[in-house]
């Protein structure tokens, strides 16, 4: 891993960010590190949890290559973030851990870690400690949207 400030963690500690941040009572849900974007939009639905879903529609240009992983792509997903901000990234291309990382190092950590196309073909989750925000990437092309503590994102809402 690069930097100090990156680290991985294990699923108990995942449960305890989430429990802290979002969903208060995950005790009945098992298998946090190989959740993905459909299985979090679940609990949102049961947990009733506002959060947003949209069609990222320049999406078809990052399957083809023909855009890659910028500035602009990673302001849906990063939108307002500061080098500061903790996040925790969790997707199937890792073994059994998640990531614990500043953002001011996750383009390094995503050099290091990933040997194809960033987003190819998995689902991944970013948990903004910081902002207490969750940001799911469906590897269809949408994404998914929630503010944690209540505050509410623009957008259509699904319950």
Request: aromatic share 16%; with cysteine.
């Amino acid at each position: 891993m690069p930097k100090s400030t990156t680290k991985k963690i294990n699923e108990n500690e995942v449960k305890d960010y989430l429990n802290l941040l979002c969903f208060r009572d995950l005790s009945s849900y098992d298998g946090i590190l190989n959740w993905n974007t459909e299985i979090i939009v679940k609990i949102f639905r049961e947990k009733k949890i506002q959060y947003t879903m949209e069609k990222i529609i320049f999406w078809d240009n990052f399957q083809n290559s023909k855009l890659s992983f910028d500035d602009d792509f990673k302001a849906l997903i990063f939108k307002g973030a500061n080098p500061s901000d903790q996040y925790i990234i969790l997707t199937n291309l890792f073994d059994k851990y998640a990531v614990d990382i500043l953002f001011e190092d996750f383009d390094q950590m995503a050099d290091h870690i990933f040997e194809m196309d960033f987003f190819q073909p998995n689902d991944y989750l970013f948990i903004n400690v910081s902002k207490e925000s969750i940001v799911g990437l469906h590897h269809s092309g949408y994404i998914v949207k929630s503010q944690c503590m209540g505050k509410i994102l623009p957008g259509v809402y699904f319950t």
